[in-house]
């Protein structure tokens, strides 16, 4: 079946500092690809996706490439802020064997971003 | 405004009860989902709808149930035969056919059994 698996957290960063948290994939076919946010006490926000290989998602800052090679989906962002400190979801959506997608996602477990002045 | 909404916030239950979670949504959208969210396992699916009058088991149904008797309502019933029930309880939509794969999420309702 499908899994995602997140890297470990929780990550603290300061201020203005790079953020990687690193996202891989186990699927078949050619599943789009998510990164979701959470902020305390609150439902999840699409930051952003990818739909095939290659493809470069980007929102707010934040980036992350669809590598079909690594099967990988990192997300990146050059300077955070404290108000990036949330929780931030990697996640896949099925697909079937036409390549249509039932719309059900696999989510990785999650990694709590902290960021300090 | 459209949108999803879940009601309510915060819900507290007695062991052996039922509870019924509200969701609702006005963004004309075919498809619904329920998730648990527990802490440090990411979301897990609950329940899916992909169109009125129909609905599929997720991952983790036992001890739930649907319905979808309307486009824009969704309505998750906790029972007494869920074991675990205390969680975050996420509902979701999104358009149906095509490449429109993205879901939209209400704000949650955190049921405790007291």
């Known amino acids: 079946g499908n899994s995602v698996t997140q890297m470990e957290g929780p990550v603290t960063l300061s201020e203005e500092a790079f953020l990687t948290i690193n996202c891989t994939y186990t699927?078949?076919?050619?599943?789009?690809l998510f990164w979701y946010v959470q902020y305390p006490g609150e439902g999840l926000q699409l930051l952003l996706k990818?739909?095939?290989?290659?493809d470069k998602g980007s929102n707010k800052g934040f980036e992350a490439t669809y590598r079909k090679e690594t099967t990988s989906f990192h997300l990146e962002k050059g300077s955070v802020q404290v108000s990036d400190s949330a929780v931030y979801f990697c996640?896949?959506?099925?697909?079937?064997?036409?390549?249509?997608?039932?719309?059900?996602?696999?989510f990785g477990q999650g990694t709590i971003l902290t960021v300090h002045p | 405004d459209g949108g999803i909404t879940q009601s309510p916030k915060y819900l507290f239950r007695k062991e052996g009860q039922n509870v019924t979670l509200s969701c609702e949504q006005n963004?004309?959208?075919?498809?619904m989902y329920w998730y648990r969210q527990d802490p440090g396992q990411g979301l897990r699916l609950i329940y899916y709808?992909?169109?009125?009058?129909?609905?599929q088991k997720g991952d983790i149904a036992e001890g739930y149930s649907v319905s979808r008797e309307k486009k824009e309502s969704f309505p998750l019933t906790v029972t007494s035969a869920q074991k675990n029930p205390t969680a975050f309880y996420l509902c979701?939509?999104?358009?149906?056919?095509?490449?429109?794969?993205?879901?939209?999420f209400g704000p949650g309702t955190r049921l405790t059994v007291l």
């Open positions: 979701a939509s999104k358009r149906s056919g095509g490449n429109t794969d993205t879901q939209y």
């Open positions: 699927a078949t076919g050619y599943p789009s």
């Open positions: 990818a739909t095939k290989a290659d």
């Open positions: 996640a896949l959506s099925d697909l079937n064997a036409g390549g249509t997608s039932y719309g059900k996602l696999t």
């Open positions: 963004l004309n959208h075919d498809a």
């Open positions: 709808s992909q169109i009125v009058n129909d609905f």
